[in-house]
């Protein structure tokens, strides 16, 4: 199925050329349809690759479109990941460096070489291939065990509130170390992290909330150790002085988000384009060996992160034949870059068979690529396999245009998602 409009020059019709017009502009963020990216970052692609942008707060910065230079610009160690806030390409910093430093000092984000290889160091081997593999039964249990919950659940019932945010969820906390009893707590916390809409007061106590919390779980791990990641950053503490129980806080914090929050909507943007129009849910349900192809162009096509990542040159650099100055900012479109003619074919087309589908750039490239990638890749696996096999005639219970998404949070994906079935 096509969603997007273009010409043969790969430019909507009737939309205006920006060619001529270097003024910088904002980040654009309206979608004319919730599973593509915004009309005019496929102008931009084509006419102003690197293309000037205006922030929400400071003087103007670069916008990165095509795929070929945001591969290059996420290896470049010129661009620096240190900045002062993670949203500020899209809402104007609600709060200072210094209030930053202290309630949350940088973690995997938010660094760079030889802080960064020091922190995922202590991560890393948590995330290796064999300990995916060990954790395969069960996510498998995880994943039958809520598709019980849904196959008893009154019609029509929201798959995201039912699998796909609590299976995720439920792994995450059982790699961390973080009681799944304290879910609501926070996946509210982080919900609300990755908000746009929060003003000052409410970020700063959620961010308070968020880190009091997690050095409280420490010091609870610190007194009973497990078998899980909080407790091996203690014991790496240990032989570490450096490493700070605020250092641990912010680490798990940003692993508790990006494990739950990304994975999960990914789960519900696959179900609904398998389940929207022309229905590819049956095809891949007789088909079942192109799950792996549908994990791979969901992760492409309705790319979770919505807003790209943001850079900082810290040595002057040239990019797609842009001089970029030093202390000037960059922003790297992950959607955009995904949808890019010149790297995929038809790219606006969700094609289940796509072969290179994978080389897509969701995860990320380079120094900063996504620890975490097998782990989502093992469980949306899991729940779409299982969920074809399971709910053969699954079908959306609204009009799939009229589904919403979120459009104000840094992770794009359905609010809710409702589905009918046969019992």
Known sequence: MVSGRQTRAGVPPGRPRPGADRAPRPLPVERSTPLDPPDELRILRFEQPVAPLAFPDGPPGWLI?????????????????????????????????????????????????????????????????????QLTGRIQTIVDQHLDALAAAPQPVDLMQTVALPVPSLVISELLG???????????????????????????????????????????????????????LLQAQSADATLSDEEIAALAQLILIAGHETTAHVIGLAVLLLLRPPRLWDTVRRRPELVDG???????????????????????????????????????????????????????????????AARHLSFGHGPHHCLGD?????????????????????????????????THRVVHGPARLLVDFTP
């Open 65 to 133: 479109t095509r795929y070929d230079d945001v591969r290059v610009a996420l290896a470049d160690p010129r661009l620096s990941s240190r900045r002062p806030h993670l949203n500020s390409h899209v809402r104007a910093s609600l709060i200072t460096s210094e209030e930053m430093a202290v309630l949350r000092p940088s973690d995997l984000l938010t660094s760079d070489p030889p802080a960064h290889t020091r922190l995922r160091r202590l991560v890393a081997g948590h995330f290796t291939a064999r300990r995916m593999n």
């Open 178 to 232: 973080v009681p799944f009893a304290d879910r609501d707590q926070y996946q509210r916390l982080t919900g609300e992290l990755l908000s746009l809409d929060r003003t000052r007061e409410q970020l700063l106590a959620g961010k308070a909330e968020m880190k009091s919390y997690l050095l409280h779980l420490i010091g609870a791990r610190r007194a009973e150790p497990d078998d899980d990641l909080l407790s091996g």
């Open 294 to 356: 549908v994990v791979e162009e969901t992760l492409r096509y309705a790319t979770a992160l919505q807003f790209g990542l943001l850079r900082v040159a810290r040595e002057p650099l040239t990019l797609a034949g842009q001089s970029i100055a030093v202390g000037e900012r960059v922003v790297l479109h992950l959607p955009a870059a995904n949808r890019d003619g010149n790297r995929f074919t038809d790219p606006d087309r969700f094609d289940v068979h796509r072969t290179d």
């Open 374 to 406: 097998q782990l989502a890749r093992v469980e949306l696996r899991t729940v779409l396999a299982t969920m074809l096999h399971r709910f053969p005639d699954l079908e959306l219970a609204t009009d799939p245009d009229e589904i919403l998404t979120h």
